[in-house]
Protein backbone atom coordinates (compact mmCIF):
# COMPACT_ATOMS: atom_id res chain seq x y z
CA UNK A 1 0.00 0.00 0.00
CA UNK A 2 1.37 3.51 -1.18
CA UNK A 3 1.30 6.54 0.69
CA UNK A 4 -1.83 7.69 -1.54
CA UNK A 5 -3.76 4.75 -0.78
CA UNK A 6 -2.85 5.18 3.26
CA UNK A 7 -4.35 8.50 2.90
CA UNK A 8 -7.81 7.87 1.69
CA UNK A 9 -8.19 4.74 4.20
CA UNK A 10 -10.13 5.27 7.73
CA UNK A 11 -12.21 8.02 8.69
CA UNK A 12 -12.07 11.30 10.38
CA UNK A 13 -12.25 10.02 14.00
CA UNK A 14 -9.53 7.89 13.77
CA UNK A 15 -6.17 9.95 14.37
CA UNK A 16 -4.29 11.39 11.35
CA UNK A 17 -1.98 8.65 9.87
CA UNK A 18 1.84 9.19 9.82
CA UNK A 19 4.05 8.61 7.02
CA UNK A 20 8.00 7.99 7.80
CA UNK A 21 10.47 8.77 4.68
CA UNK A 22 13.90 8.82 4.05
CA UNK A 23 14.90 12.20 1.95
CA UNK A 24 17.99 12.19 -0.18
CA UNK A 25 19.36 14.49 -2.55
CA UNK A 26 20.30 14.13 -6.36
CA UNK A 27 21.81 17.51 -7.37
CA UNK A 28 19.84 20.10 -6.41
CA UNK A 29 16.58 17.99 -6.26
CA UNK A 30 14.99 16.93 -2.43
CA UNK A 31 13.66 13.03 -2.86
CA UNK A 32 12.07 10.69 -0.70
CA UNK A 33 10.83 7.15 -0.37
CA UNK A 34 8.59 5.17 2.38
CA UNK A 35 10.84 4.20 4.86
CA UNK A 36 9.43 0.49 4.52
CA UNK A 37 10.63 0.46 1.11
CA UNK A 38 14.65 0.81 1.90
CA UNK A 39 16.14 -2.69 3.71
CA UNK A 40 19.67 -0.46 4.44
CA UNK A 41 21.69 3.09 3.70
CA UNK A 42 25.43 2.14 2.90
CA UNK A 43 28.71 4.09 2.07
CA UNK A 44 29.70 4.43 -1.62
CA UNK A 45 31.81 1.10 -2.57
CA UNK A 46 33.65 -0.66 -5.15
CA UNK A 47 31.81 -1.29 -7.50
CA UNK A 48 32.53 -4.36 -10.61
CA UNK A 49 30.96 -2.88 -13.94
CA UNK A 50 29.12 -5.39 -15.72
CA UNK A 51 30.15 -5.18 -19.52
CA UNK A 52 27.02 -4.54 -22.13
CA UNK A 53 25.02 -3.07 -19.27
CA UNK A 54 22.44 -0.43 -19.24
CA UNK A 55 24.07 3.30 -19.18
CA UNK A 56 22.28 3.71 -15.92
CA UNK A 57 23.43 0.07 -14.09
CA UNK A 58 26.74 0.94 -12.62
CA UNK A 59 27.83 -2.32 -11.64
CA UNK A 60 27.62 -4.97 -9.24
CA UNK A 61 28.50 -5.16 -5.45
CA UNK A 62 28.85 -7.84 -2.39
CA UNK A 63 26.36 -6.86 -0.53
CA UNK A 64 25.86 -9.51 3.01
CA UNK A 65 27.12 -12.27 0.49
CA UNK A 66 24.99 -11.65 -2.20
CA UNK A 67 25.78 -10.08 -5.60
CA UNK A 68 23.32 -6.57 -6.46
CA UNK A 69 22.90 -4.38 -9.21
CA UNK A 70 23.77 -0.67 -8.92
CA UNK A 71 22.01 1.50 -10.34
CA UNK A 72 22.97 5.38 -10.73
CA UNK A 73 19.33 6.84 -9.89
CA UNK A 74 20.87 10.33 -11.72
CA UNK A 75 21.08 8.63 -14.68
CA UNK A 76 17.88 6.23 -14.35
CA UNK A 77 15.77 9.51 -13.58
CA UNK A 78 17.66 11.20 -16.40
CA UNK A 79 18.04 13.54 -14.31
CA UNK A 80 20.24 16.92 -15.93
CA UNK A 81 20.47 19.46 -12.66
CA UNK A 82 23.86 18.98 -10.66
CA UNK A 83 26.23 17.15 -13.40
CA UNK A 84 27.50 13.79 -13.15
CA UNK A 85 27.72 12.14 -9.82
CA UNK A 86 30.57 12.00 -7.80
CA UNK A 87 30.79 8.76 -6.36
CA UNK A 88 34.43 10.02 -4.58
CA UNK A 89 32.33 12.64 -2.59
CA UNK A 90 31.84 11.83 1.32
CA UNK A 91 27.87 12.16 1.58
CA UNK A 92 27.57 9.75 -1.78
CA UNK A 93 25.60 6.92 -0.52
CA UNK A 94 23.78 3.55 -1.49
CA UNK A 95 20.14 3.08 -1.03
CA UNK A 96 19.58 -0.73 -0.72
CA UNK A 97 16.00 -1.21 -2.06
CA UNK A 98 14.23 -4.49 -2.08
CA UNK A 99 11.36 -4.35 -5.31
CA UNK A 100 9.14 -6.96 -5.93
CA UNK A 101 11.17 -9.56 -3.93
CA UNK A 102 14.82 -8.10 -5.74
CA UNK A 103 17.42 -6.12 -4.25
CA UNK A 104 18.98 -3.79 -5.89
CA UNK A 105 21.19 -0.90 -4.92
CA UNK A 106 20.46 2.83 -6.07
CA UNK A 107 22.98 5.57 -5.88
CA UNK A 108 22.31 9.16 -4.17
CA UNK A 109 24.65 12.23 -3.62
CA UNK A 110 23.63 12.39 0.10
CA UNK A 111 20.96 10.78 2.87
CA UNK A 112 19.09 13.85 4.32
CA UNK A 113 17.03 12.38 6.96
CA UNK A 114 14.15 10.73 8.17
CA UNK A 115 10.96 12.44 7.73
CA UNK A 116 7.50 11.99 9.74
CA UNK A 117 4.91 13.57 7.36
CA UNK A 118 0.78 13.23 8.26
CA UNK A 119 -0.74 11.57 5.73
CA UNK A 120 -3.06 13.81 4.36
CA UNK A 121 -0.39 16.28 3.52
CA UNK A 122 1.08 14.02 0.45
CA UNK A 123 -0.46 15.04 -2.50
CA UNK A 124 -0.91 13.54 -5.62
CA UNK A 125 1.95 13.68 -8.25
CA UNK A 126 1.42 16.46 -10.67
CA UNK A 127 0.83 15.15 -14.54
CA UNK A 128 3.48 17.47 -15.53
CA UNK A 129 7.45 16.38 -15.51
CA UNK A 130 9.13 17.40 -12.48
CA UNK A 131 12.67 18.60 -12.21
CA UNK A 132 12.96 16.88 -15.79
CA UNK A 133 11.54 13.59 -14.19
CA UNK A 134 8.40 11.37 -15.53
CA UNK A 135 6.18 11.93 -13.64
CA UNK A 136 5.08 8.15 -13.39
CA UNK A 137 8.23 7.34 -10.93
CA UNK A 138 6.47 9.38 -8.26
CA UNK A 139 4.10 8.25 -5.65
CA UNK A 140 3.50 12.10 -4.15
CA UNK A 141 4.78 15.22 -3.43
CA UNK A 142 5.05 17.06 0.07
CA UNK A 143 5.25 20.84 0.50
CA UNK A 144 8.12 21.50 3.12
CA UNK A 145 8.34 24.96 4.75
CA UNK A 146 11.02 26.00 1.82
CA UNK A 147 10.80 23.24 -0.82
CA UNK A 148 8.75 20.70 -2.23
CA UNK A 149 9.89 17.11 -1.60
CA UNK A 150 9.05 14.41 -4.64
CA UNK A 151 8.55 10.69 -3.22
CA UNK A 152 9.66 7.90 -5.66
CA UNK A 153 8.26 4.94 -6.16
CA UNK A 154 11.00 2.61 -6.63
CA UNK A 155 8.32 0.03 -7.85
CA UNK A 156 8.05 1.75 -11.24
CA UNK A 157 11.68 3.10 -11.45
CA UNK A 158 12.42 -0.14 -13.72
CA UNK A 159 10.17 -1.61 -16.34
CA UNK A 160 9.34 -5.17 -16.17
CA UNK A 161 11.97 -5.63 -18.69
CA UNK A 162 14.38 -4.05 -16.96
CA UNK A 163 13.90 -6.06 -14.09
CA UNK A 164 14.00 -9.03 -15.60
CA UNK A 165 17.44 -7.70 -16.99
CA UNK A 166 18.91 -7.15 -13.28
CA UNK A 167 17.51 -10.60 -12.62
CA UNK A 168 20.47 -12.26 -15.14
CA UNK A 169 23.01 -10.01 -13.63
CA UNK A 170 24.09 -12.42 -11.21
CA UNK A 171 24.56 -14.67 -14.18
CA UNK A 172 26.31 -11.92 -16.26
CA UNK A 173 29.07 -11.78 -13.80
CA UNK A 174 29.89 -15.27 -13.20
CA UNK A 175 30.73 -15.71 -17.05
CA UNK A 176 33.04 -12.69 -17.78
CA UNK A 177 35.56 -10.50 -17.28
CA UNK A 178 34.83 -7.74 -14.79
CA UNK A 179 36.34 -4.35 -14.03
CA UNK A 180 36.05 -3.09 -10.67
CA UNK A 181 35.95 0.82 -10.38
CA UNK A 182 35.74 3.54 -7.34
Known amino acids: MNATERRTKGTAAEAPQQVQMISFTIGSEQFAVEILTVQEIIMM ?11 FVEGVINFRGNIIPVLDLRKRLRLRAGGKTDRSKPGTRILVVEIDGNVTGFIVDSVSKVLTVPATRILPPPDIIVAGVQSHYFSGVVHLDDSILVILDFR ?3 SPEERGMLDQVPAA ?3 GPVKTVK
Open 45 to 55: SDITEIPSAPD
Open 156 to 158: KIL
Open 173 to 175: VAE
